[in-house]
């Protein structure tokens, strides 16, 4: 009987879930015109390609571990939903890129970010939210806000996230079970754009961003 309850109600989560509509947002073209996109004295970014692909390049010159900077198109107010992209740090080794969500401003939203020079250990991926004008990772160091997982150097990975209420879910190169699970979303970053997170990365590589928005 226990096992005829669990199959019903995981029938039911299924079906729910299929079931589920959202509001779908192309953001794989990147118009510099309508993004918002990270160029200064230390930072730069070009529309080229990595690996043939056709991709947003985001270059840092100087090297900083305090370094974070977003490119997105502003006016989003992504709440929960599925967030999906492809992304590769170009380099050898080390650099950290990846996506965020809940995006206010410059200095306050929720990411997700890879360390492909970490992968295979605990330190693979790693969340935090940013609120703060100096990027504070060192203060999400503890083990419940990372997680293990293979992250390819120098060549794309696919990434999808799920966010649901306090609940979000990493996905990588479309494994069927998410690489982390994390159940305690930050209150006071609730909803807001969706983007791109070049961390310290002489170079990452950014494309096919796509937004499914629940309703």
């Given amino acids: 009987m226990k096992k005829l309850i669990l199959l019903v109600a ?18 794989s073209v990147v118009n510099p015109k309508q993004w918002i996109i990270p160029k200064n004295d230390t930072l730069d ?16 010159k100087i090297q900083n571990y305090k370094s974070a900077s977003l490119a997105y198109k502003p006016g989003l107010n992504f709440k929960d939903g599925i967030i ?7 380099i050898p080794k080390g650099g950290f890129v990846g996506l965020a969500f809940h995006i206010k401003d410059e200095h306050h939203y929720e990411t997700v970010y890879f360390r492909p020079g970490s992968s295979g250990t605990t330190n693979a991926i790693q969340y ?4 703060k004008t ?16 293979i992250i390819p150097q120098n060549k794309w990975f696919h990434i999808k996230v799920v966010v649901q209420g306090s609940k979000m879910e990493v996905y990588v190169d479309n494994a069927a079970k998410p690489a ?6 930050d209150p ?17 590589a ?7 928005a629940f309703n």
Wanted: proline share 2%.
């Fill in 134 to 149: 100096e990027f504070n990772w060192w203060d999400y160091e503890a083990t419940k806000y990372q997680a293990k997982a």
């Fill in 10 to 27: 995981l029938f039911a989560a299924v079906k729910i879930q299929a079931q589920q509509k959202y509001q779908l947002y192309d953001l």
């Fill in 188 to 204: 006071s970053l609730k909803s807001g754009a969706v983007g791109y997170w070049h961390g310290n990365c002489p170079q990452g």
């Fill in 180 to 185: 982390m699970t994390y159940t305690a979303l």
């Fill in 84 to 90: 999906e992209m492809d992304v590769a740090c170009t």
């Fill in 128 to 131: 935090m939210p940013e609120k």
């Fill in 206 to 212: 950014y494309k096919n961003l796509i937004v499914k």
């Fill in 45 to 60: 970014y070009e529309l080229g390609s990595f690996d043939g692909k056709k991709a947003l390049l985001i270059k840092r």
